[in-house]
C-alpha cells in the first residue's frame, strides 16, 4: 500500500505479557516517530528514528519499552510485562526527511491490557 | 512544562456555522505550528503549518489558522462547518530546541449539527 501501515490493528493481552507492535513506513521515508495516544488524551511522543542514526529514546515511559529499526524499513516497538497503563492506542508516522512538519501517520495500533 | 494546549475537548457546531478550534502554545520564540486532522477510523493528516512565513496560513477544506505571536495562539478557523469537518483536530508545535518531535495537544473533537 501507499500508506503507513501498522499492525496488529487491536491487541487484547493479560497483564504481564509481552507484546510487539509493527510499523511499516512508506517507501523511502527516512525519518520514523511512534507516539502513543491514551483514551481522551494528546499524542505522547515515544521515540523517533532518522536514517542510520542513533534513535532519540527520550519519549519512552520506562525500560518495558523499546523500539527497534531495521534500515529505513519496517519498526517493531516492543512493550515487556505489560500494564494496565500501557492501554492505548499506538501510532507510527513517517517522513521524508528529518523535519519536514509533515509526517505520515497509520491507523494505529489499539492495545488493551486487562 | 504544557508547550501546547487545546481549549474545549470538544466542541460542537451547527451546519453552515463558524468553526473555531483553540491553540495556544508556551514557548518565548516561536515554533513551527500546525494542525492536524483525524477523520474517523483514519490516520492523522496534516490540515495545514506555519514555518514563520505569512501569520496567515490556509489549509486544506477551507480550514486556515492564524499565528498571533503577542496571544501565543494559532487557532483554527472555517467559515462555514460541513458535515464532513466532523473529525478530531489536533494541534501541533516543534519547538526551536525539540530536535525533530513535534508536540502535540490534547485534541479538539468536532461535531456537526445538521
Known amino acids: 500500500g501507499a500508506g503507513v501501515s501498522q499492525s496488529p490493528s487491536n491487541k487484547v493481552t493479560e497483564k504481564g505479557k509481552d507484546v510487539e507492535l509493527r510499523c511499516d513506513p512508506i517507501?523511502?521515508?527516512?525519518?520514523l516517530y511512534w507516539y502513543r495516544q491514551r483514551l481522551g488524551q494528546g499524542l505522547e511522543f515515544l521515540i523517533y528514528f532518522q536514517g542510520n542514526s542513533a534513535p532519540d529514546k527520550s519519549g519512552l515511559p520506562s525500560d518495558r519499552f523499546s523500539a527497534e529499526r531495521t534500515g529505513e524499513s519496517v519498526s517493531t516497538l516492543t512493550i515487556q510485562r505489560t500494564q494496565q497503563e500501557d492501554s492505548a492506542v499506538y501510532l507510527c508516522?513517517?517522513?521524508?526527511?528529518?523535519?519536514?512538519?509533515?509526517?505520515?501517520f497509520g491507523e494505529g495500533s489499539r492495545l488493551t491490557v486487562l | 512544562a504544557q508547550s501546547v494546549t487545546q481549549l474545549g475537548s470538544h466542541v460542537s457546531v451547527s451546519e453552515g456555522a463558524l468553526v473555531l478550534l483553540r491553540c495556544n502554545y508556551s514557548s518565548s520564540v516561536p515554533p513551527y505550528l500546525f494542525w492536524y486532522v483525524q477523520y474517523p477510523n483514519q490516520g492523522l493528516q496534516l490540515l495545514l503549518k506555519?514555518?514563520?512565513?505569512?501569520?496567515l496560513v490556509k489549509g486544506i477544506n477551507g480550514f486556515e489558522a492564524e499565528f498571533k505571536k503577542s496571544e501565543t495562539s494559532f487557532h483554527l478557523t472555517k467559515p462555514s462547518a460541513h458535515m464532513s469537518d466532523a473529525a478530531e483536530y489536533f494541534c501541533a508545535v516543534k519547538l526551536n530546541n525539540a530536535g525533530n518531535m513535534l508536540t502535540f495537544g490534547g485534541g479538539t473533537r468536532l461535531m456537526v449539527k445538521p
Open positions: 506555519y514555518t514563520s512565513a505569512a501569520t
Open positions: 517507501s523511502g521515508h527516512t525519518a
Open positions: 508516522a513517517s517522513s521524508l526527511e528529518s523535519f519536514t512538519g509533515e509526517l505520515f
